[in-house]
């Protein structure tokens, strides 16, 4: 039965998400100014006080430390150097981030020249250096931005958990189409006004509502299991709709955290919706097919196991709720 696949499959993923938060991208920008001095700002992303260990170098030895501006927001650790116009070359320097290759993280690389030339690179840990070759026009970012917004919606396991809640509410798969597109649909609308900044909220308010939306979806299951059909059984478009506007907020604000090309905002913010809906939906697929393929093999298990997901998902999401409530406070 449906039912007592429900919690094999929550033990198959339950260890991924019992992570809060996805590690961010980090952030390297070199914008030469009109002077052809060098402004370098490093964004270094922070899991709770701490820093992901990584270091940014570059082959003529600018980042000094010592001569780092440092400052601090809610998701990164941020510094600032200001090289003098007597630099070397830029052109053909090589940028490592040392520390990337014991990571799961990417860093996005943004040279901004004069005259609005701009170069966009994703430093990865499988090669966690890259050197630069400015002499060529570069084609817009189109893939770096895709795998920023599918690493995104990967590592976002709360995105995910609403998702999956969604999933498991939903039993008709026609009506499960129009519920993801619903939550596709109204998170696209609040990360675009976001990032265009006709909207702002902040993020740790925008996170807290975000777990609060996933209890919200965990009690309206139990409910179902209990043989009580809330409003998010009979309407779960509507609920996927409202929600998903909230969900878009948290994507805008990781978008806006890892940083945006000043002169292509609207392609960067298209390109990486598309990285998030591509995740998003192979996420929908792969949860599909584990529950054919578990429901093939017909496990039997105890009567009440299949409560176990909807009491896993509202037990993980109060928690992240307290935890970032207590960020706010």
């Given at each position: 039965m449906r039912k007592h696949i429900l919690p094999t499959l929550l033990l198959l993923i339950f260890p991924v998400l019992a992570w809060a938060h996805e590690i961010r991208p980090g952030y390297l920008e070199i914008k030469e100014n009109a002077d052809h001095s060098l402004q370098i700002i490093w964004k270094q992303p922070l899991m709770?006080?701490?820093?992901?260990?990584?270091?940014?170098?570059?082959?003529?030895?600018?980042?000094?430390?010592?001569?780092?501006q440092t400052s601090y927001t809610e998701t990164y650790l941020i510094k600032r150097w200001q090289i003098p116009a007597a630099h070397a070359a830029l052109d053909k320097q090589t940028i490592t981030i040392d520390g990337l290759e014991k990571t799961m993280t990417d860093v996005l690389?943004?040279?901004i020249l004069l005259n609005d030339v701009s170069f966009t690179y994703l430093v990865k840990p499988v090669q966690p250096f890259m050197q630069l070759s400015l002499s060529k026009p570069q084609p817009p970012p189109v893939w770096q931005y895709i795998q920023l917004g599918i690493y995104h919606i990967w590592s976002g396991y709360d995105h995910l958990l609403f998702v999956l809640?969604?999933?498991?509410?939903?039993?008709?798969?026609?009506?499960?189409?129009?519920t993801i597109t619903a939550f596709t649909i109204a998170h696209s609308i609040t990360l675009a006004?976001?990032?265009?900044?006709?909207?702002?909220?902040?993020?740790a308010f925008t996170e807290a509502a975000i777990a609060l939306s996933i209890v919200f979806l965990a009690v309206?299951?139990?409910?179902?299991y209990r043989g009580i059909n809330g409003f998010a059984y009979h309407y779960p478009w509507l609920v996927s709709f409202l929600f998903?506007?909230?969900?878009?907020?948290g994507f805008a604000s990781a978008l806006q955290d890892v940083g945006l090309p000043q002169?292509?905002?609207?392609?960067?913010?298209?390109?990486?919706?598309?990285?998030?809906?591509?995740?998003?939906?192979s996420f929908v697929f792969v949860m599909l097919l584990l529950m054919a393929g578990i429901k093939r093999l017909q496990f039997k298990l105890p009567q009440w196991s299949y409560k176990?997901?909807?009491?896993?998902?509202?037990?993980?999401?109060m928690y992240w709720f307290i935890e970032r409530v207590c960020t706010i406070l």
């Open positions: 709770g006080e701490y820093g992901v260990p990584l270091h940014p170098s570059i082959s003529a030895g600018w980042l000094v430390d010592s001569l780092a690389v943004q040279i809640g969604l999933i498991l509410l939903v039993k008709k798969r026609s009506k499960l189409i129009w006004l976001a990032t265009l900044h006709i909207i702002k909220v902040t993020s309206e299951l139990l409910r179902h998903g506007l909230l969900h878009g907020l002169n292509n905002i609207p392609l960067a913010l298209f390109l990486f919706n598309v990285g998030v809906e591509a995740g998003q939906l176990i997901p909807a009491y896993a998902i509202g037990i993980l999401a």
